[in-house]
């Protein structure tokens, strides 16, 4: 069973950086892709930021809203993913949450391939 716990999450100003961790547990994340998504209140859960599996020749992909301020990145060695957020805004005030997919070597782009989310970490960005 695979279980994924994110934290980081919090109340910052606008302007600052936050940075999310995700924690797998029961997958080692190199041999699958990881993504970011965020669900704002009364809007559907979007994908912000995907990683493909490690052997994937494709770099990351962003949402356009968040490109040049949201980096994502893996530490194998500890089956945990980051979305550091940058320059953060007002809209990106959400409930974010990781997922990864059943199946291992994929791009990760497809929001259809997600099988496991974790929990959710909330982030409020003032302005």
């Known amino acids: 069973q695979v279980q994924l716990v994110e934290s980081g999450g919090g109340l910052v100003q606008a302007g600052d950086s936050l940075r999310l961790s995700c924690a797998a547990f029961?997958?080692?994340?190199?041999?699958?892709?990881v993504g970011w998504f965020r669900q704002a209140p009364g809007k559907e859960r979007v994908l912000v930021a995907a990683?493909?599996?490690?052997?994937?020749?494709?770099?990351?992909r962003y949402v356009d809203s968040v490109k040049g301020r949201f980096i994502i990145s893996r530490n194998t060695a500890k089956d945990t993913a980051y979305l550091l957020m940058n320059s953060l805004k007002s809209e990106d005030t959400a409930v974010y949450y990781c997922?990864?997919?059943?199946?291992?070597?994929?791009?990760?782009?497809?929001?259809?391939?997600?099988?496991?989310w974790g929990q959710g970490t909330q982030v409020i960005v003032s302005s």
């Open positions: 029961g997958r080692t994340f190199g041999s699958y892709a």
């Open positions: 997922a990864t997919p059943s199946q291992p070597w994929t791009t990760g782009w497809d929001v259809n391939e997600y099988t496991f």
């Open positions: 990683l493909p599996w490690t052997g994937e020749s494709g770099r990351a």
